[in-house]
């Protein structure tokens, strides 16, 4: 498996996305719809 750091580097880069995306396109966060396509 991934070493720790590297799993938690690998969950941050996902989160960052996610709230990049969120921030450009001025939406809200809906959990059950997913991350918004970027």
């Not at 938690?8 to 396509?37: C, E, H, S, W």
């Amino acid at each position: 498996g991934l070493k720790r750091t590297e799993a938690l580097t690998i969950l941050a880069r996902k989160l960052a996305r996610i709230a990049f995306a969120l921030m450009q396109k001025q939406v809200d966060y809906n959990p059950k719809q997913g991350a918004p396509l970027t």
